[in-house]
């Protein structure tokens, strides 16, 4: 029987990439719902190539429009609005796996409401295990939901870890989980050239094509910084044993270490195609459409250690991690307003970690044991940021 698939972020560029893995195998897989925010068009094309039973968007008006678009077009499918929406296709009961890549703190309660559906839960939204860890891993473990990771990094780790994944690490032998980094397009600009960085300049990967945010994270390294914390929940791994090694080929895609001296390493073109196709078929294998890895195109693997100086973010995520209690979703929150701060041109590159160290310093800590708490220190964080952006703007802080 076909499995019905919800994909929360359709739009984006994870989405894409689940939808073109998902066509590629129609016997197996059907689309049960889309969703985007605001990309109605794009939305609407993709309702017709793949056919979903559901679509959803943020606005009503948009939700009416695009009804009456696919009504014209003969394709049947109801179109649904609003954060309640996203909760209800994510966990309707015939849905199997939903493919979590809405980007940011929204991501969370739809995720969340998979894990209690006991879903199948790809989970690209980084930011929903970084606000709520331990809260999110107790609903996956309560319910009987698969959490599987696309990250890339997180999905490498994955399938290097010791089958069945034994829980503290020492258990199944591992000493060190390996995460690597490519050290983003400013890996060695000088640091004086940094404040100029532009956001087209910030989201030029060298490696990867991703949405703005990620990319803007992947060029302060916050990315890194917000992945340290993501591996720290799904392998419920200590700080201490998580090592950031910086590969600017980015096709050794991270590495456990075992206390017998193995290494163990998954490898391949960096194309998120691969880690969707694992998570969707696992244990099986299918066809992803990624291009074979060429070992003798690849030539040289190269190795370093981060910098903390250049990349005050990923110290900071380090920081947030070891503070524990709400710290991550303040760490979270305040990167998501100042990120925004600056593809919006209102913030400087290099300002950044400076609006998050602020943050940090500004919120109170508390233990994050329940969902108001956690949501309650997002939203105090994301006024703090907004103001200290605003003081940047009005030239009251240095
Ligand atoms: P993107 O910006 O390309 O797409 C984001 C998607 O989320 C879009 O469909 C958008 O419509 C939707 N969305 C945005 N805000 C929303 C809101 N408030 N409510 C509902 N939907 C909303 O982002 P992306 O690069 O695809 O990343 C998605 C997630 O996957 C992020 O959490 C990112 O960290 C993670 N991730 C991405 C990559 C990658 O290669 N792109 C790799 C690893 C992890
Ligand atoms: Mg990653």
Partial sequence: ????????????????????????????????????????????????????????????????????????????????????????????????????????????????????????????????LVMSGALFMAEVDTHGATLLPIDSEHNAIFQAMPSGHARPLETGGVTQILLTASGGPFRSTPISDLPAVTPDMACAHPNWVMGRKISVDSATMMNKGLEVIEARWLFAAPAERIQVVIHPQSVIHSLVAYSDGSVLAQLGNPDMRTPIAHALAYPERIDSGVKPLDLFEVARLDFERPDFARFPCLALAYRALRAGGVAPAVLNAANEVAVAAFLDGHLRFDRIAAVIADVLDAVPDAAADSLEVVFAADREAREVAASRVRAYLAGARP
């Avoid at 077009?73 to 954060?83: F, I, N, Q, S, T």
């Fill in 1 to 128: 029987m076909k499995k019905l698939i919800t994909v929360l972020g359709a739009t984006g560029s994870i989405g894409v990439s689940t939808l073109d893995v998902v066509a590629r195998h129609p016997d197996r897989y059907g689309v049960f719902a889309l969703t985007a925010h605001r990309q109605v068009d794009k939305l609407y094309e993709q309702c017709l190539a793949h056919r979903p039973a559901y679509a959803v968007v943020e606005r009503a008006e948009d939700a009416v429009a695009l009804q009456r678009r696919l009504d014209a077009a003969e394709c049947r499918c109801d179109v649904l609005y609003g954060p309640a929406a996203l909760c209800d296709v994510a966990s309707a009961p015939d849905v199997a796996s939903v493919m979590a890549a809405i980007v940011g703190a929204a991501g969370l309660p739809p995720t969340l409401a998979a894990a209690r559906a006991g879903k199948r839960v790809l989970l690209a939204n980084k930011e929903a």
